[in-house]
């Protein structure tokens, strides 16, 4: 949780102090935030915000996921980590795939911005390359998440019951945590794909608009999700409400 909340908050601060509300048709975004800013040439770093963080946050809980696992299992036995460094490589293959596209993105969103003009010569890449960083992620989080999942039962079997707990807590929470962030940040973009891929400006609008709302509310659900899967976080969540409410109460009797 405290690994993405920089960039978490990044992004909160960026959508809700701007308030964009996309539209296809004219390139560009009305913003109804508190800045007071000029839409047609904020809009394009706006959504370059929102992407990159998306794309930490993703990158972030990936590692975190990985090397738990990495961790682990070292504890147990030593073999070559192909898989791992597999994924490693891959990430940084595709992170710079990603930074290509955040730049091809302007000329989408902005077709006249100074960026677009750039990169206008290669646009015909945006789409086949978004595509597949999109695909790699979800691939690189079904494999991780396998592992970690056929590894906890292993691990089951050489390590005490209450090491067991703790490691399952654990798990289980950065996998919920990888699991939340990927259908609030990387569907809702793999939808803003698949709507360039046919072309459908009202489909576009939509799901623009939407990735902002969910990108928006990604650091509240990542909390929640934390709280409700650490027990000792629960559980002080759970007291500290109660104690407030017989705070209430005890004052409303007095």
């Known amino acids: 949780m405290l690994a993405i909340i920089a960039s978490s908050m990044l992004t909160t601060l960026t959508i809700t102090s701007t308030i ?14 508190l800045l007071k800013i000029n839409n047609f040439d904020a809009f394009p770093y706006i959504a370059s915000i929102v992407m990159v963080c998306g794309a930490i946050n993703t990158d972030l809980l990936l590692i975190i996921l ?8 070292e504890t147990v036995t030593s073999k070559p980590k192909v898989i791992i460094n597999t994924i490693y490589a891959l ?5 710079h795939i990603q930074c290509y596209n955040v730049m091809n ?25 978004t595509t597949f960083y999109h695909l790699s992620r979800f691939i690189s989080f079904i494999i991780i998440i396998w592992l970690n999942i056929k590894f906890s039962k292993r691990f089951a079997s050489n390590a005490s019951s209450i ?8 798990t289980r929470a950065t996998i919920a945590d990888v699991i939340c962030e990927a259908l609030i940040t990387r569907i809702p973009m793999l939808v803003f794909v698949i709507s360039q891929l046919l072309d459908n400006n009202t489909f576009i609008n939509m799901s623009v608009n939407l990735t902002f709302v969910l990108q928006n509310s990604a650091l509240l659900a990542n909390m929640v999700t934390t709280i409700w899967f650490v027990k000792p976080y629960r559980s002080f969540v759970v007291s500290l409400l109660c104690s407030v409410q017989n705070c209430g109460m005890s004052s409303t009797q007095t």
Not at 20 to 33: D, M, T, V
Not at 91 to 95: A, C, D, E, P
């Open 20 to 33: 964009p509300l996309y539209s296809q048709k004219e390139f560009s975004a009305e913003l109804f935030g």
């Open 66 to 73: 990985i090397n738990r696992y990495d961790i682990v299992f």
């Open 105 to 129: 993105l302007h000329c989408y969103i902005a077709p006249n911005s100074a960026i677009a003009k750039l990169t206008s010569h290669t646009l015909f890449l945006y789409k086949p390359l």
């Open 91 to 95: 990430m940084v293959i595709t992170n």
């Open 163 to 170: 090491v067991v707990r703790l490691h399952r807590m654990i």
